[in-house]
């Protein structure tokens, strides 16, 4: 299936939250995004009650896919991008 276009924006600022885990840290992490349809690209209806759902989960678990291999490649390059370090440490 075409991909579809959406305009996708922040909410509000992230929350971030660290535990210890077994003695390892552990991050939650919740990001607050909103989005609109821009174009269709196939002949569903992805703005019907019934299949609305659907694209924000699909869209939910592609942003959470993309943003645990960014976070992986970062942790491979010794590289706090994202300054949980400094959450950690206050």
Excluded: H, W
């Excluded at 390892?24 to 992490?29: C, E, F, G, N, T």
């Excluded at 924000?56 to 390059?77: A, G, N």
């Amino acid at each position: 299936s075409k991909p579809e276009t959406l305009d996708v924006r922040q909410q509000r600022k992230p929350s971030v939250r660290l535990s210890l885990i077994n003695g390892k840290p552990a991050i939650d992490l919740k990001i607050f995004l909103e989005g609109d349809i821009m174009a269709l690209r196939s002949l569903i209806n992805y703005e019907s009650e019934e299949l609305k759902p659907i694209l924000e989960r699909k869209f939910e678990e592609y942003v959470k896919e993309e943003l645990d291999k960014t976070i992986e490649k970062c942790k491979s390059l010794n590289c706090d991008v994202f300054d949980f370090g400094k959450k950690a440490v206050m």
